[in-house]
């Protein structure tokens, strides 16, 4: 469920819906700062390795559902982000 779906269930739901769902609401609200914070911090203040661990961030943050990880960033990226190349 999208976030906006879920604002939307809540605000027209009664309190025992709202406090059900407000742990699930406050987690996907958290994940888009998260996100937010990742990009900003790795376009503004650069650097590849920055970019790199944002791509993996976001990936691992937004594609749970995914059963396999093809692209595997964090192997491929594993040297340049721990060596600090």
Do not use: P
Not at 36 to 52: E, P, W
């Amino acid at each position: 469920m999208k976030l906006e779906q879920l604002l939307t269930l809540v605000t027209t739901s009664n309190h025992d819906t709202q406090t059900y769902h407000a742990k699930r609401m406050a987690e996907l609200m958290v994940q888009i700062f998260e996100s937010v914070v990742a990009l900003k911090d790795a376009y503004t203040f650069g650097g590849i390795r920055k970019r790199m661990i944002a791509d993996i961030f976001i990936k691992q943050t937004w594609r749970k559902t995914e059963w396999i990880d093809e692209e595997m960033k964090s192997f491929q990226y594993f040297d340049e982000i721990v060596g600090g190349k």
